[in-house]
Protein backbone atom coordinates (compact mmCIF):
# COMPACT_ATOMS: atom_id res chain seq x y z
CA UNK A 1 0.00 0.00 0.00
CA UNK A 2 1.75 3.60 -0.98
CA UNK A 3 0.97 5.99 1.56
CA UNK A 4 -0.57 8.67 -0.27
CA UNK A 5 -3.21 5.79 -1.70
CA UNK A 6 -6.47 6.49 0.00
CA UNK A 7 -8.07 3.80 1.96
CA UNK A 8 -11.13 2.56 0.21
CA UNK A 9 -13.79 -0.45 0.84
CA UNK A 10 -11.39 -2.65 -1.14
CA UNK A 11 -8.71 -1.79 0.80
CA UNK A 12 -10.32 -3.07 4.00
CA UNK A 13 -11.73 -6.10 2.13
CA UNK A 14 -8.58 -7.27 1.34
CA UNK A 15 -6.96 -6.37 4.56
CA UNK A 16 -9.83 -8.44 6.24
CA UNK A 17 -9.14 -11.52 4.48
CA UNK A 18 -5.47 -11.40 5.17
CA UNK A 19 -6.47 -11.01 9.06
CA UNK A 20 -9.19 -13.76 8.67
CA UNK A 21 -11.93 -11.45 9.96
CA UNK A 22 -14.89 -11.98 8.53
CA UNK A 23 -16.74 -8.40 8.63
CA UNK A 24 -20.17 -7.84 6.84
CA UNK A 25 -20.43 -4.93 3.83
CA UNK A 26 -21.46 -2.44 6.22
CA UNK A 27 -19.47 -2.81 8.76
CA UNK A 28 -16.19 -2.89 6.46
CA UNK A 29 -17.66 0.09 4.45
CA UNK A 30 -17.80 1.99 8.07
CA UNK A 31 -14.13 1.42 8.69
CA UNK A 32 -12.86 3.33 5.94
CA UNK A 33 -12.65 7.03 6.43
CA UNK A 34 -11.45 5.83 10.35
CA UNK A 35 -8.85 3.93 8.79
CA UNK A 36 -7.61 6.62 6.31
CA UNK A 37 -6.74 8.60 8.98
CA UNK A 38 -5.06 6.10 11.51
CA UNK A 39 -3.26 4.68 8.77
CA UNK A 40 -2.17 8.48 7.34
CA UNK A 41 -0.62 9.20 10.52
CA UNK A 42 0.98 6.09 10.97
CA UNK A 43 2.34 6.05 7.27
CA UNK A 44 3.37 9.66 8.42
CA UNK A 45 5.51 8.38 11.63
CA UNK A 46 6.72 5.40 9.76
CA UNK A 47 8.38 8.03 7.49
CA UNK A 48 9.81 9.83 10.21
CA UNK A 49 11.42 6.36 12.29
CA UNK A 50 12.59 5.21 8.64
CA UNK A 51 14.49 7.95 8.05
CA UNK A 52 18.79 7.61 8.24
CA UNK A 53 19.19 9.61 11.47
CA UNK A 54 16.87 6.98 13.43
CA UNK A 55 18.35 3.86 11.97
CA UNK A 56 20.40 2.86 15.18
CA UNK A 57 17.57 3.04 17.14
CA UNK A 58 16.03 0.05 19.01
CA UNK A 59 11.96 -0.71 19.01
CA UNK A 60 11.23 -0.84 23.20
CA UNK A 61 9.25 -3.01 24.42
CA UNK A 62 10.54 -3.72 27.67
CA UNK A 63 11.96 -0.70 29.63
CA UNK A 64 15.28 -1.15 31.41
CA UNK A 65 15.45 -0.79 35.33
CA UNK A 66 17.12 2.46 35.84
CA UNK B 1 -15.54 10.38 69.00
CA UNK B 2 -14.66 11.55 65.08
CA UNK B 3 -13.80 14.38 64.76
CA UNK B 4 -15.47 16.40 61.49
CA UNK B 5 -17.93 14.60 59.15
CA UNK B 6 -16.07 10.96 57.86
CA UNK B 7 -16.84 11.87 54.36
CA UNK B 8 -14.68 14.61 54.32
CA UNK B 9 -11.41 12.81 55.84
CA UNK B 10 -8.55 12.11 53.99
CA UNK B 11 -6.83 8.93 54.62
CA UNK B 12 -3.85 10.40 56.80
CA UNK B 13 -6.37 12.37 58.35
CA UNK B 14 -8.93 8.79 58.98
CA UNK B 15 -6.00 7.11 59.76
CA UNK B 16 -4.94 9.14 62.74
CA UNK B 17 -8.62 9.19 63.91
CA UNK B 18 -8.92 4.91 63.78
CA UNK B 19 -5.18 4.52 65.39
CA UNK B 20 -6.50 6.85 67.83
CA UNK B 21 -9.81 5.41 68.64
CA UNK B 22 -11.37 7.93 67.66
CA UNK B 23 -13.67 6.41 64.95
CA UNK B 24 -13.57 2.98 63.98
CA UNK B 25 -13.54 1.18 60.88
CA UNK B 26 -17.19 0.02 61.11
CA UNK B 27 -18.41 3.60 61.35
CA UNK B 28 -16.02 4.77 58.60
CA UNK B 29 -17.10 2.00 55.77
CA UNK B 30 -20.82 2.38 57.00
CA UNK B 31 -20.77 6.21 55.96
CA UNK B 32 -18.70 5.04 52.92
CA UNK B 33 -21.85 2.37 52.19
CA UNK B 34 -24.39 4.66 53.39
CA UNK B 35 -22.65 7.64 50.88
CA UNK B 36 -22.05 5.17 47.56
CA UNK B 37 -26.12 4.24 48.53
CA UNK B 38 -27.14 7.97 48.41
CA UNK B 39 -25.16 9.57 45.72
CA UNK B 40 -24.17 6.34 43.00
CA UNK B 41 -27.02 5.96 41.19
CA UNK B 42 -27.04 9.52 39.50
CA UNK B 43 -23.03 9.14 39.02
CA UNK B 44 -22.97 5.15 38.14
CA UNK B 45 -18.89 4.84 39.54
CA UNK B 46 -19.17 1.66 40.63
CA UNK B 47 -20.22 -1.90 39.10
CA UNK B 48 -20.44 -3.68 42.57
CA UNK B 49 -20.46 -2.85 45.75
CA UNK B 50 -19.50 -4.83 48.40
CA UNK B 51 -20.99 -4.04 51.29
CA UNK B 52 -21.64 -7.18 53.04
CA UNK B 53 -17.91 -8.51 52.63
CA UNK B 54 -16.94 -4.53 53.02
CA UNK B 55 -18.88 -4.56 56.69
CA UNK B 56 -17.17 -8.01 57.94
CA UNK B 57 -13.76 -6.91 56.97
CA UNK B 58 -14.41 -3.98 58.67
CA UNK B 59 -15.53 -5.94 61.74
CA UNK B 60 -12.52 -7.45 61.54
CA UNK B 61 -10.36 -4.32 61.42
CA UNK B 62 -11.99 -3.03 64.39
CA UNK B 63 -11.25 -6.11 66.31
CA UNK B 64 -7.61 -5.66 65.57
CA UNK B 65 -7.37 -2.56 66.41
CA UNK B 66 -9.33 -2.87 70.08
CA UNK B 67 -6.54 -5.74 70.35
CA UNK B 68 -3.95 -2.86 69.65
CA UNK B 69 -3.10 -4.24 66.35
CA UNK B 70 -2.50 -1.78 63.96
CA UNK B 71 -1.25 -2.76 60.26
CA UNK B 72 -0.67 0.71 59.19
CA UNK B 73 -2.18 3.75 57.70
CA UNK B 74 -4.24 1.74 55.45
CA UNK B 75 -5.90 -0.25 58.42
CA UNK B 76 -9.69 0.03 58.48
CA UNK B 77 -9.44 2.64 55.62
CA UNK B 78 -12.51 1.45 52.37
CA UNK B 79 -10.99 1.85 49.14
CA UNK B 80 -12.21 1.35 45.51
CA UNK B 81 -10.80 -0.86 43.11
CA UNK B 82 -10.60 -1.06 39.19
CA UNK B 83 -13.03 -3.61 38.11
CA UNK B 84 -10.56 -4.87 35.72
CA UNK B 85 -8.41 -5.76 38.58
CA UNK B 86 -8.74 -9.29 39.75
CA UNK B 87 -10.77 -9.58 43.30
CA UNK B 88 -10.74 -13.12 44.70
CA UNK B 89 -14.45 -14.41 45.01
CA UNK B 90 -15.84 -10.79 43.97
CA UNK B 91 -16.70 -10.26 39.71
CA UNK B 92 -14.33 -8.77 38.05
CA UNK B 93 -15.84 -7.41 34.42
CA UNK B 94 -13.72 -5.33 33.43
CA UNK B 95 -16.50 -2.88 32.49
CA UNK B 96 -17.18 -5.84 29.98
CA UNK B 97 -20.00 -7.86 28.72
CA UNK B 98 -18.05 -10.50 27.93
CA UNK B 99 -16.70 -10.64 31.23
CA UNK B 100 -19.51 -9.83 32.79
CA UNK B 101 -19.98 -13.12 35.09
CA UNK B 102 -15.97 -13.91 36.03
CA UNK B 103 -15.49 -14.59 39.46
CA UNK B 104 -11.83 -14.64 40.06
CA UNK B 105 -10.25 -17.55 42.16
CA UNK B 106 -7.15 -15.00 43.20
CA UNK B 107 -6.71 -11.71 43.88
CA UNK B 108 -4.58 -9.15 41.57
CA UNK B 109 -1.06 -8.46 43.50
CA UNK B 110 -2.47 -5.24 44.06
CA UNK B 111 -5.69 -6.38 45.37
CA UNK B 112 -4.38 -8.31 47.74
CA UNK B 113 -0.97 -6.36 49.33
CA UNK B 114 -4.18 -3.57 49.63
CA UNK B 115 -5.65 -6.02 51.85
CA UNK B 116 -2.55 -7.33 53.86
CA UNK B 117 -2.07 -3.78 54.19
CA UNK B 118 -5.77 -3.88 56.14
CA UNK B 119 -7.82 -1.84 53.20
CA UNK B 120 -11.31 -2.73 53.15
CA UNK B 121 -12.23 -2.74 49.78
CA UNK B 122 -16.14 -1.47 49.47
CA UNK B 123 -16.74 -2.22 45.88
CA UNK B 124 -15.36 -2.29 42.00
CA UNK B 125 -15.41 0.77 39.96
CA UNK B 126 -17.11 1.54 36.34
CA UNK B 127 -14.33 1.90 33.39
CA UNK B 128 -14.54 2.24 29.87
CA UNK B 129 -14.83 -1.31 28.50
CA UNK B 130 -11.92 -3.01 28.33
CA UNK B 131 -10.24 0.43 29.24
CA UNK B 132 -10.49 1.28 25.54
CA UNK B 133 -11.51 4.68 25.78
CA UNK B 134 -11.40 7.71 27.71
CA UNK B 135 -14.96 8.42 28.55
CA UNK B 136 -16.49 5.81 30.82
CA UNK B 137 -19.95 5.81 28.49
CA UNK B 138 -20.51 2.17 29.54
CA UNK B 139 -22.91 0.45 27.34
CA UNK B 140 -22.88 -2.96 29.83
CA UNK B 141 -22.72 -0.98 33.17
CA UNK B 142 -24.17 2.36 32.96
CA UNK B 143 -22.77 5.99 32.00
CA UNK B 144 -20.29 6.77 34.66
CA UNK B 145 -20.72 10.60 35.28
CA UNK B 146 -18.33 13.32 36.57
CA UNK B 147 -19.64 14.35 40.40
CA UNK B 148 -18.65 18.37 39.32
CA UNK B 149 -21.43 18.21 37.07
CA UNK B 150 -23.43 15.07 36.25
CA UNK B 151 -23.97 16.34 32.55
CA UNK B 152 -20.35 16.02 31.93
CA UNK B 153 -17.85 12.92 31.94
CA UNK B 154 -15.65 12.10 34.42
CA UNK B 155 -12.94 10.81 31.27
CA UNK B 156 -11.43 7.29 31.87
CA UNK B 157 -10.96 4.44 31.04
CA UNK B 158 -10.86 4.75 35.22
CA UNK B 159 -13.59 7.01 35.19
CA UNK B 160 -15.45 5.03 37.96
CA UNK B 161 -12.26 5.64 40.24
CA UNK B 162 -11.98 8.86 39.59
CA UNK B 163 -15.60 9.64 39.96
CA UNK B 164 -15.99 7.54 43.21
CA UNK B 165 -13.14 9.59 45.01
CA UNK B 166 -14.47 13.01 43.85
CA UNK B 167 -18.04 11.83 45.13
CA UNK B 168 -16.75 10.93 48.77
CA UNK B 169 -17.62 7.40 48.77
CA UNK B 170 -14.09 5.68 48.86
CA UNK B 171 -11.38 7.45 50.60
CA UNK B 172 -9.37 5.79 47.92
CA UNK B 173 -9.31 3.56 44.63
CA UNK B 174 -6.91 2.15 42.18
CA UNK B 175 -7.15 2.43 38.54
CA UNK B 176 -4.89 1.56 35.90
CA UNK B 177 -3.44 3.69 32.84
CA UNK B 178 -2.16 2.81 29.58
CA UNK B 179 -2.79 6.10 27.34
CA UNK B 180 -3.77 8.37 30.13
CA UNK B 181 -6.80 6.40 31.67
CA UNK B 182 -5.91 7.05 35.57
CA UNK B 183 -4.45 11.13 34.81
CA UNK B 184 -7.41 11.54 32.50
CA UNK B 185 -10.24 11.37 34.97
CA UNK B 186 -8.49 12.65 38.03
CA UNK B 187 -7.94 15.82 36.16
CA UNK B 188 -11.49 16.15 35.16
CA UNK B 189 -12.83 15.03 39.06
CA UNK B 190 -10.46 17.33 40.63
CA UNK B 191 -8.10 14.91 42.10
CA UNK B 192 -4.70 13.23 42.11
CA UNK B 193 -3.50 10.08 40.62
CA UNK B 194 0.16 8.97 39.34
CA UNK B 195 0.78 7.01 36.76
CA UNK B 196 3.52 4.53 37.93
CA UNK B 197 7.32 3.86 35.69
CA UNK B 198 6.79 0.88 34.18
CA UNK B 199 7.48 -2.20 36.42
CA UNK B 200 7.25 -0.02 39.52
CA UNK B 201 3.82 -1.80 40.12
CA UNK B 202 2.52 -5.13 39.32
CA UNK B 203 0.13 -5.86 36.52
CA UNK B 204 0.01 -9.56 37.85
CA UNK B 205 -4.00 -10.69 37.68
CA UNK B 206 -4.94 -7.45 35.89
CA UNK B 207 -7.07 -8.02 32.67
CA UNK B 208 -4.44 -6.04 30.03
CA UNK B 209 -5.10 -3.16 27.55
CA UNK B 210 -1.81 -2.95 26.13
CA UNK B 211 0.70 -5.24 27.35
CA UNK B 212 4.03 -2.64 26.65
CA UNK B 213 2.51 0.18 28.81
CA UNK B 214 -0.15 -0.65 30.81
CA UNK B 215 0.15 0.09 34.71
CA UNK B 216 -1.85 -0.13 37.62
CA UNK B 217 -2.12 2.83 41.13
CA UNK B 218 -3.23 5.02 43.05
CA UNK B 219 -6.19 7.70 42.91
CA UNK B 220 -6.99 10.13 45.71
CA UNK B 221 -7.67 13.66 47.16
CA UNK B 222 -4.16 14.61 48.17
CA UNK B 223 -0.58 13.52 47.62
CA UNK B 224 0.19 12.58 50.78
CA UNK B 225 -2.82 10.10 50.50
CA UNK B 226 -1.67 8.69 47.27
CA UNK B 227 1.94 7.68 48.71
CA UNK B 228 0.31 5.65 51.44
CA UNK B 229 -1.14 3.63 48.64
CA UNK B 230 1.59 3.42 46.44
CA UNK B 231 3.82 2.80 49.13
CA UNK B 232 1.68 -0.46 50.13
CA UNK B 233 1.19 -1.57 46.05
CA UNK B 234 4.94 -0.49 44.57
CA UNK B 235 7.98 -3.04 44.52
CA UNK B 236 9.24 -6.09 42.77
CA UNK B 237 6.69 -8.87 42.08
CA UNK B 238 7.80 -12.50 40.71
CA UNK B 239 5.01 -12.94 38.82
CA UNK B 240 4.56 -9.94 36.97
CA UNK B 241 7.42 -10.73 34.12
CA UNK B 242 7.34 -7.29 33.89
CA UNK B 243 8.16 -6.02 37.46
CA UNK B 244 11.55 -4.00 37.66
CA UNK B 245 13.78 -5.25 40.95
CA UNK B 246 14.31 -1.84 41.71
CA UNK B 247 13.84 -0.59 45.29
CA UNK B 248 11.08 1.06 46.57
CA UNK B 249 12.11 4.50 47.84
CA UNK B 250 10.96 6.09 50.69
CA UNK B 251 8.11 8.49 49.35
CA UNK B 252 6.85 9.91 52.62
CA UNK B 253 10.55 10.76 53.43
CA UNK B 254 10.64 13.03 50.59
CA UNK B 255 7.50 14.89 51.26
CA UNK B 256 9.19 16.64 53.43
CA UNK B 257 12.00 17.66 51.10
CA UNK B 258 11.46 21.38 49.68
CA UNK B 259 11.21 22.42 45.82
CA UNK B 260 13.93 25.19 46.15
CA UNK B 261 15.99 24.99 43.21
CA UNK B 262 14.02 22.02 41.81
CA UNK B 263 14.14 22.59 37.87
CA UNK B 264 10.88 22.47 35.99
CA UNK B 265 11.32 22.06 32.18
CA UNK B 266 8.58 23.42 30.10
CA UNK B 267 8.62 21.01 26.05
CA UNK B 268 9.00 23.99 23.43
CA UNK B 269 5.95 24.71 21.31
CA UNK B 270 4.40 21.82 23.26
CA UNK B 271 3.48 22.50 26.85
CA UNK B 272 1.39 25.17 27.51
CA UNK B 273 0.08 24.68 23.31
CA UNK B 274 -3.01 23.81 22.06
CA UNK B 275 -4.85 24.37 25.37
CA UNK B 276 -8.55 25.86 26.19
CA UNK B 277 -8.00 29.28 27.82
CA UNK B 278 -9.12 28.28 31.25
CA UNK B 279 -6.44 25.11 31.60
CA UNK B 280 -3.45 27.43 30.30
CA UNK B 281 -4.41 29.98 32.62
CA UNK B 282 -4.69 27.78 35.11
CA UNK B 283 -1.40 25.43 34.58
CA UNK B 284 0.21 29.43 34.23
CA UNK B 285 -0.75 30.36 37.92
CA UNK B 286 0.15 27.03 39.24
CA UNK B 287 3.63 27.08 37.56
CA UNK B 288 4.05 30.33 39.29
CA UNK B 289 3.13 29.23 42.43
CA UNK B 290 5.96 26.40 42.46
CA UNK B 291 7.77 29.22 41.47
CA UNK B 292 7.49 31.05 44.39
CA UNK B 293 8.42 27.95 46.12
CA UNK B 294 11.80 28.40 44.64
CA UNK B 295 11.53 26.35 41.63
CA UNK B 296 13.10 27.79 38.26
CA UNK B 297 11.26 26.99 35.21
CA UNK B 298 13.27 26.71 31.88
CA UNK B 299 11.74 25.59 28.15
CA UNK B 300 13.34 23.15 26.22
CA UNK B 301 13.03 21.72 22.93
CA UNK B 302 12.04 18.29 21.95
CA UNK B 303 12.53 18.37 18.41
CA UNK B 304 10.36 14.39 18.65
CA UNK B 305 7.16 15.66 20.80
CA UNK B 306 4.97 15.36 17.67
CA UNK B 307 3.92 12.03 16.47
CA UNK B 308 2.83 10.94 19.66
CA UNK B 309 -0.17 10.47 19.34
CA UNK B 310 0.32 8.47 16.30
CA UNK B 311 2.83 6.38 18.54
CA UNK B 312 -0.02 5.71 20.80
CA UNK B 313 -3.02 5.33 18.91
CA UNK B 314 -0.54 2.31 16.80
CA UNK B 315 0.20 0.38 19.80
CA UNK B 316 -2.99 0.73 21.76
CA UNK B 317 -4.84 -0.35 18.96
CA UNK B 318 -2.31 -3.05 17.83
CA UNK B 319 -1.58 -4.92 21.15
CA UNK B 320 -5.97 -5.03 22.40
CA UNK B 321 -6.92 -6.19 18.99
CA UNK B 322 -4.67 -8.95 19.62
CA UNK B 323 -5.58 -9.93 23.43
CA UNK B 324 -9.21 -9.76 22.05
CA UNK B 325 -8.25 -11.73 18.52
CA UNK B 326 -10.72 -14.65 19.86
CA UNK B 327 -13.65 -12.86 21.44
CA UNK B 328 -13.65 -10.38 18.58
CA UNK B 329 -14.20 -13.22 16.00
CA UNK B 330 -16.71 -15.31 18.20
CA UNK B 331 -18.09 -12.44 20.52
CA UNK B 332 -18.31 -9.29 18.34
CA UNK B 333 -21.76 -8.70 19.48
CA UNK B 334 -21.16 -8.27 22.47
CA UNK B 335 -18.75 -5.42 22.75
CA UNK B 336 -20.04 -2.19 22.25
CA UNK B 337 -19.78 -0.54 19.04
CA UNK B 338 -17.16 2.54 20.01
CA UNK B 339 -14.89 -0.74 21.16
CA UNK B 340 -15.64 -3.14 18.83
CA UNK B 341 -14.74 -0.53 15.93
CA UNK B 342 -11.35 0.16 17.83
CA UNK B 343 -10.62 -3.68 18.02
CA UNK B 344 -11.53 -4.43 14.23
CA UNK B 345 -9.09 -1.06 12.90
CA UNK B 346 -6.31 -2.59 15.54
CA UNK B 347 -6.06 -5.54 13.11
CA UNK B 348 -5.39 -3.45 9.57
CA UNK B 349 -1.90 -2.18 10.57
CA UNK B 350 1.23 -2.83 9.17
CA UNK B 351 3.42 -5.00 10.99
CA UNK B 352 6.09 -2.44 10.53
CA UNK B 353 3.49 0.74 11.39
CA UNK B 354 3.44 -1.03 15.14
CA UNK B 355 7.75 -1.82 14.94
CA UNK B 356 7.83 2.17 13.77
CA UNK B 357 5.48 3.16 16.51
CA UNK B 358 7.84 1.09 19.27
CA UNK B 359 11.18 2.88 17.81
CA UNK B 360 9.38 5.91 17.88
CA UNK B 361 8.73 5.46 22.07
CA UNK B 362 12.82 4.88 22.07
CA UNK B 363 13.91 7.86 20.72
CA UNK B 364 10.96 10.14 22.61
CA UNK B 365 12.60 8.44 25.88
CA UNK B 366 15.94 9.39 24.70
CA UNK B 367 15.30 12.86 24.03
CA UNK B 368 13.43 12.76 27.80
CA UNK B 369 16.51 11.62 29.67
CA UNK B 370 18.51 13.88 27.64
CA UNK B 371 16.15 16.61 29.34
CA UNK B 372 16.66 15.46 32.17
CA UNK B 373 19.79 16.44 32.43
CA UNK B 374 18.41 19.94 32.55
CA UNK B 375 15.26 19.73 34.60
CA UNK B 376 14.26 17.21 36.93
CA UNK B 377 10.55 16.96 36.16
CA UNK B 378 8.67 18.61 33.41
CA UNK B 379 5.06 20.11 33.33
CA UNK B 380 2.25 20.08 30.84
CA UNK B 381 -1.59 20.65 31.40
CA UNK B 382 -3.16 16.73 31.57
CA UNK B 383 -6.17 17.71 29.45
CA UNK B 384 -6.12 20.19 27.12
CA UNK B 385 -10.13 20.69 28.09
CA UNK B 386 -12.29 20.15 31.09
CA UNK B 387 -15.19 17.43 31.17
CA UNK B 388 -16.69 17.57 28.17
CA UNK B 389 -20.95 17.25 28.15
CA UNK B 390 -21.32 13.15 28.34
CA UNK B 391 -21.50 11.44 25.33
CA UNK B 392 -19.45 13.91 23.39
CA UNK B 393 -17.59 12.15 20.87
CA UNK B 394 -15.80 15.85 19.92
CA UNK B 395 -14.39 18.55 21.40
CA UNK B 396 -13.62 21.88 21.04
CA UNK B 397 -9.67 23.34 22.25
CA UNK B 398 -9.31 26.13 20.18
CA UNK B 399 -11.46 28.41 17.82
CA UNK B 400 -14.70 26.81 16.54
CA UNK B 401 -12.58 23.71 15.29
CA UNK B 402 -14.24 20.58 16.53
CA UNK B 403 -11.76 17.66 17.03
CA UNK B 404 -11.96 14.00 17.52
CA UNK B 405 -12.27 13.01 21.32
CA UNK B 406 -9.89 9.85 20.87
CA UNK B 407 -6.67 11.78 19.50
CA UNK B 408 -7.33 15.01 21.75
CA UNK B 409 -7.51 13.18 24.87
CA UNK B 410 -3.89 11.69 24.40
CA UNK B 411 -2.57 15.29 23.49
CA UNK B 412 -0.38 14.92 27.10
CA UNK B 413 -0.69 11.66 28.55
CA UNK B 414 0.38 9.70 26.46
CA UNK B 415 3.93 10.80 25.70
CA UNK B 416 5.04 9.88 29.37
CA UNK B 417 3.20 6.45 28.59
CA UNK B 418 5.35 6.19 25.45
CA UNK B 419 8.81 6.65 27.38
CA UNK B 420 7.64 4.77 30.19
CA UNK B 421 7.95 7.64 32.53
CA UNK B 422 6.28 8.29 35.89
CA UNK B 423 3.91 11.29 35.56
CA UNK B 424 1.35 12.68 38.44
CA UNK B 425 -1.50 14.44 37.89
CA UNK B 426 -2.84 17.06 40.37
CA UNK B 427 -5.28 20.16 40.58
CA UNK B 428 -4.60 23.41 40.35
CA UNK B 429 -7.95 25.26 39.63
CA UNK B 430 -11.18 25.20 38.21
CA UNK B 431 -12.91 26.58 34.60
CA UNK B 432 -15.77 29.60 34.83
CA UNK B 433 -17.65 26.22 34.94
CA UNK B 434 -16.68 25.02 37.93
CA UNK B 435 -14.92 22.33 36.25
CA UNK B 436 -11.67 20.88 37.75
CA UNK B 437 -8.09 21.30 35.93
CA UNK B 438 -5.10 18.85 36.32
CA UNK B 439 -1.39 19.65 35.65
CA UNK B 440 0.61 17.01 34.53
CA UNK B 441 3.94 16.46 36.18
CA UNK B 442 6.23 14.32 34.45
CA UNK B 443 9.69 12.51 36.07
CA UNK B 444 12.65 10.69 35.83
CA UNK B 445 12.14 6.82 35.53
CA UNK B 446 11.16 4.85 38.93
CA UNK B 447 11.99 8.90 40.60
CA UNK B 448 8.26 9.00 41.66
CA UNK B 449 9.45 10.29 45.39
CA UNK B 450 10.10 13.97 43.21
CA UNK B 451 6.71 13.78 41.71
CA UNK B 452 5.17 13.70 44.86
CA UNK B 453 7.47 16.06 46.69
CA UNK B 454 6.29 18.60 44.29
CA UNK B 455 2.80 17.85 44.19
CA UNK B 456 2.79 18.40 48.03
CA UNK B 457 4.77 21.01 48.09
CA UNK B 458 2.17 22.87 45.80
CA UNK B 459 -1.03 21.11 48.01
CA UNK B 460 0.83 23.10 50.98
CA UNK B 461 0.09 26.48 49.09
CA UNK B 462 -3.25 25.52 47.98
CA UNK B 463 -6.42 24.48 48.61
CA UNK B 464 -7.76 23.51 45.11
CA UNK B 465 -7.59 19.53 46.75
CA UNK B 466 -9.97 20.28 49.78
CA UNK B 467 -12.83 21.92 47.58
CA UNK B 468 -16.04 18.87 46.76
CA UNK B 469 -18.54 18.83 44.68
CA UNK B 470 -21.85 19.50 45.76
CA UNK B 471 -24.14 16.02 45.06
Redesign the interface.
Known sequence: MKSDDPVTKETVERLCAQADLPLGPERRTRLVPMLAGLIAAANELSRKMAAAAHQSILPILRFPER | MAQGDPLDLTIIEAAAQLEGRRLSPVELTEAMLQRIAKVDKQIRAYITVCDAQAREVARAAERMIQAGYCLGPLHGIPVALKDNIYTRGVRTTAGSKILSDFVPSEDATVAARLKRAGAIIVGKTNMHEFAWGGTTDNPHHGTCRNPWNPERFPAGSSGGSGAAVAARTCLGALGTDTGGSIRLPSSVNGIVGIRP???RVSNYNVVPLAW?MDTVSPMTRTVEDCVVMFEVIAGYDPFDE?S???PVADYRGELGRPVHGLRVGLIRDYSLTHVQKAVGDAVRAALKTLEGLGARIEEIAMP?IH?N???Q??IE?CEPSAYHQQW??TRAADYGEDVR?LL??G????A??Y?????????L??EFLEGFKRVDVFVTPTLPFTATPCGATEVVIEGNRKEDMLSAIMQFTGVPSLA?LPALSLPVGFDPDGLPVGMQVIGR??DEGTLFRVGHAYQQVTDWHTRSPRL
Open positions: TIGTHAQVSGISALTSLRTELEMYLTHIQAQRYRSLRKGPF
